[in-house]
């Protein structure tokens, strides 16, 4: 048993000679110079598509009115009268505080007085010296006293007048801070003032665009406040002063707060400073740009290709490919512009109706590789030259 053993382990361990296999199911036979067929690769495309595309920037800010001020007191004292309810509409000019002015009006009656008193002076000096009984002098002095009396008198009326304090313009005040009897300090908060017949809207964008802002120029507001609501507004200025920290450049645009440019809406509710607001700076719309999938874009050198698929004949390296073969490679250089939601603006390199490679780029070294389509949503699923149109199907865009 264990001399038969030997035995067969040294006849299966011995060196083979070469063998000749036929047919196509075995090993190659020796000396054969029959190459394996080139692997194509699967690639998922895409056409390039016309479309409207909207050139222009996102931002945020606040709605601030078109004027606003906190009415302050200039001066100490105790709140006399209110001459306005919460809330309501006031004009300019209107009273809307009026502090203790008793003592103010006693100087008032004092300084008249006064003056009263180096009027008479005066006029009687003037009699004398025509007279010549008296001197120059003496006239000179009553009129620098007469002087003295004036300035007295309307410094005492400016004292009198801080202590009515009116509204600086047409607007709309908030909720009084104070109430009647109260005493107050000068530069207390009062009451804020605002006018809101025009809103602004201040927000700012990156140094790059501000060759493309101008006075005039539209923009679109979304509010939190008014979901499904459009507004719109346009720049009043440009800030010609960059922020250095942020590169960024300052714009304050300007709306009417009466509903009639809203869009998606009907009116409803004024707004109101302080609302946050989405802001969409438009620079343009082109109604036919050429767009094509972000994923399709190949960077090489500083430049942006993609990979077209076209037929063997329009790429000259593409002559030793199989004669079965439909479909080849082939990479085209493009020039970008906007790029919005997944898609980019060509501006140069491709026109309408071309196919695109948008996945398996990686399998594409050189011009001329064949390539079958690989349709989204079908997994491993590729449609064969002899199922395919005459020209590509595109599986996206």
């Not at 196509?24 to 390039?48: C, D, L, N, Q």
Request: no cysteine.
């Amino acid at each position: 048993m264990a001399a038969l053993s030997g035995a067969a382990w040294w006849y299966q361990s011995k060196p083979q000679g070469p063998k000749e296999m036929v047919g196509g199911h075995g090993p190659t036979a020796v000396g054969s110079t029959t190459a394996a067929p080139p692997r194509i690769a699967g690639v998922e495309v895409a056409k390039v598509m016309r479309t409207t595309l909207q050139d222009d920037a996102q931002s945020v800010g606040s709605l601030r009115s078109r004027q606003s001020v906190m009415v302050r007191p200039e001066v100490a004292g105790r709140v006399k009268t209110l001459g306005f309810k919460d809330g309501a509409q006031v004009r300019k000019g209107q009273l809307l505080v009026q502090l203790d002015d008793t003592l103010q009006r006693a100087e008032l009656s004092q300084a008249q007085a006064q003056l009263s008193i180096a009027e008479a002076n005066f006029k009687r000096n003037q009699e004398l010296l025509a007279q010549n009984f008296v001197a120059q002098r003496v006239l000179d002095e009553s009129a620098a006293n007469l002087q003295v009396v004036q300035a007295q008198l309307s410094l005492v009326q400016a004292r009198l007048g801080r202590m009515a304090i009116v509204a600086p313009f047409d607007g709309t005040v908030g909720l009084r801070a104070v109430n009647v009897g109260d005493y107050v300090k000068d530069g207390a908060d009062l009451v804020n003032l605002e006018d809101i017949g025009s809103m602004l809207v201040d927000f700012r964008l990156p140094e790059r665009y501000q060759r493309k802002l101008r006075p005039g120029q539209v923009v679109e507001l979304a509010l939190d406040a008014f979901p499904g609501q459009a507004f719109k507004a346009r720049i009043e200025a440009v800030d010609p002063l960059l922020d250095a920290n942020g590169r960024s450049v300052g714009v304050r645009a300007v709306l009417p707060n009466t509903g009639g440019e809203r869009t998606g809406g009907s009116g409803g509710a004024p707004l109101r400073p302080g609302m946050f607001a989405r802001v969409t700076a438009i620079f343009g719309v082109n109604d036919a740009a050429l767009v094509v999938p972000e994923e399709s874009l190949v960077p090489q050198g500083g430049k942006q290709f993609v990979v077209l698929v076209v037929a063997p004949s329009d790429v000259p390296a593409a002559s030793n490919v199989p004669a079965n073969t439909e479909w080849v490679s082939k990479r085209q250089e493009v020039k970008l512009g906007v790029r919005r939601q997944g898609k980019v603006e060509v501006r140069e390199g491709l026109s309408e109706g071309q196919t695109i490679v948008v996945a398996g780029q990686q399998r594409l070294q050189r011009d001329g590789t064949p390539v079958r389509i690989v349709e989204l949503g079908k997994g491993a699923a590729a449609s064969t030259p002899a199922s395919s149109a005459s020209a590509p199907r595109a599986s996206g865009g």
